[in-house]
């Protein structure tokens, strides 16, 4: 089994337990080790052959038999019997936006529904508002949710699936008879949902790629195998293609198979002719007198026009960044120490990394009081002794409280090099109240950067109720910054807000909301979405020098 699938049994029994209203501690334990097997470097099948399972984090003697009979039978007798206590239906429910252990359990126990499809008709019904602790506002946010989920039901992050795709690739490339492959479709493109993976492969010998593909672990069913391509199944039920060209036809082949569709009709509105002999994409645009166009770019936004006029933007890369603006640390939900973020933050080549843990007043994620603010940057003070090259911020990821004050008291965020406002509490305001709250945090002078503006969680919560254009006229009037958080499960702001805001004159920060020392990577994502939002490298803040960001933050108080 992979470390992904691992991970996932043990986050399923210990939702399991939570339903069951088991020891907290078990149930923390279980969280605990799925997390750290989850962002494990290694494969977990050569950590059980070296007998090193032991020295995962949070893993003990319990479940580390249960992790080696994972590995051993590909199946855990205690997983399975916890399933049968337990009505499937009921870790389904789990992803509607909003609905939590205790309210699935009550619905489950006062009306008997086991599944999604009993859970939507018990709310079109309207039996859910005479619960005890209900009304009709759960009723339409668990319509509302149910239908978000059925709306992408065949769509996965671009976090989850782009792994997948990036392993299977390097497999393929590393078969002898294979000269060229590359991901193509909507991963290469970068959407932040994808329904499959799809890789291009060029190839003399077609029958021993087909031949070999077949017996790759990670492929769980081959449904079709024919002539010029293979589809299946991998791991998770996600769908694959495997396009097969002879070397002639791959820059081609490559170049339809990336789309969009859009894209596409918009270059060849006749259709696309056949293409041949072509040998880079580069060519194929200039055959059409275009600057060649970027794979995120590719959906048909006005990119062709740009390209005619020569006017396509030079686009932020990965190594412009030079520093990560908001990240946690173990002293609050993190799961990594100081010093270890700073040693991976320095292996990333970043000059700066600001440690931005949760304020006070959420406590479920181990917030700071002042007095453990104050600790924190003791610790940062005398880490930042035995680096020459590299340096820790001091700040704050504070809490944007309901009537949009912070959580923090002015004279201690003066204090502080970087203050990320956030909304965690109260995603149901009206739009006018939501709009509001924002707009207090962003005129407020000691905040310099909003975080994960809209809120959203790609297939699993949506977006607050806001009015974007006047917060974006605030943002601009402010000079204040606006995050791109990294993270795949939010990729917020997304590519289009991204591009507005930089219209108007508003910088971006890439950040990756590190919660594990490995997470600072996550910055691959962002990187991705500001590329869709067309963004260069003077767009974004944490591309300048860490004395550049420490007189802008300054100069904008």
């Known amino acids: 089994m ?32 799925a997390n750290s097997i989850y962002h494990l470097d290694e494969d977990i099948q050569y950590l059980y052959e070296k007998d090193r399972l032991g020295e995962i984090p949070g893993v003990g003697k319990a479940i580390k038999s249960k992790i080696e009979e994972l590995i051993e039978k590909g199946s855990l007798e205690y997983y399975e019997r916890l399933l049968t206590e337990v009505p499937p239906g009921l870790l389904d429910m789990l992803a509607i936006p909003g609905v939590g252990h205790k309210t699935i359990k009550m619905l489950y126990e006062q009306l008997g529904v086991t599944t999604r499809d009993e859970l939507l008709q018990a ?20 319509i509302k949710g149910i239908e978000m989920l059925e709306q992408y039901s065949q769509k996965n992050t671009l976090g989850f699936v782009l792994p997948m795709g990036q392993k299977m690739l390097s497999f393929i490339k590393g078969l002898d008879q294979v000269s060229e492959a590359s991901l193509a479709g909507s991963i290469r493109r970068g959407r932040p949902l994808v329904t499959d993976i799809d890789i291009v492969v060029a190839t003399d010998d077609e029958a021993a790629v087909r031949s070999k593909l077949a017996n790759y672990r990670e ?29 002639g036809e791959y820059c081609p082949g490559l170049f339809l198979a990336t789309g969009s569709k859009q894209h596409l009709a918009r270059l060849f509105p006749s259709g696309p002719p056949r293409l041949e002999g ?46 990560d603006l908001h990240c946690h640390s173990g002293w609050s939900d993190g799961a990594s120490k100081l010093a270890e973020l700073g040693e991976m933050a320095r292996d990333m080549q970043y000059s700066y990394l600001a440690i931005t843990d949760h304020s006070r007043s959420l406590a479920i994620s181990g917030g700071l009081n002042e007095e453990r603010l104050a600790a924190q940057g ?11 090259d590299f340096m820790f911020l001091k700040g704050t990821e504070v809490d944007i409280l309901r009537d949009g004050s912070l959580d923090y008291d002015a004279e201690l965020l003066e204090q502080l090099d970087v203050v990320v406002a956030s909304v965690h509490t109260n995603f149901h305001l009206d739009r ?74 508003i910088k971006i920060a890439v950040n990756s909301d590190a919660h594990h020392k490995n997470d600072l990577r996550l910055v691959h994502y962002g990187i991705i979405n500001a590329r869709r ?24 108080e």
């Open 2 to 33: 992979t470390n992904r699938e691992i991970a996932r049994t043990l986050d399923h029994i210990a939702d399991i337990l939570e339903f069951q209203e088991e020891n907290p501690f078990k149930i923390k334990a279980y969280r605990q080790a």
């Open 123 to 142: 709310a079109k019904e309207r039996r859910i508002r005479l619960l005890p602790g209900m009304g009709s506002k759960t009723e339409f946010s668990i």
């Open 219 to 247: 492929i769980k069913q081959v449904t079709e195998s024919q002539p010029g391509h293979i589809q299946g199944f991998l791991q998770f039920n996600i769908p694959f293609e495997v396009i097969l060209h002879t070397p």
């Open 278 to 323: 072509w040998n880079s994409e580069t060519d194929i645009y200039a055959s059409l007198g275009l600057d060649y166009i970027p794979p995120e770019l590719r959906e048909d936004q006005g990119e062709v026009e740009a390209a005619a006029a020569g006017h396509l933007p030079t686009l932020i890369q990965r190594q412009d960044l030079q520093g």
């Open 378 to 388: 003791e610790e940062i003070d005398r880490l930042n002794q035995t680096w020459d």
């Open 432 to 505: 006018k109240k939501q709009t509001e709250r924002i707009i207090q945090a962003i005129k407020d002078e000691n905040v310099d950067i909003i975080g994960h503006l809209t809120g959203r969680l790609l297939n699993r919560r949506p977006a607050y109720e806001l009015d974007l254009e006047e917060i974006l006229a605030a943002a601009a009037r402010s000079k204040i910054i606006l995050e791109i958080n990294s993270h795949p499960d939010r990729l917020d702001i997304d590519a289009e807000l991204a591009r507005q805001a930089r219209d108007m004159g």
């Open 533 to 556: 939002g067309w963004l260069r490298k003077e767009d974004v803040i944490n591309t300048e020098s860490r004395e550049a960001i420490m007189a802008y933050l300054k100069n904008n």
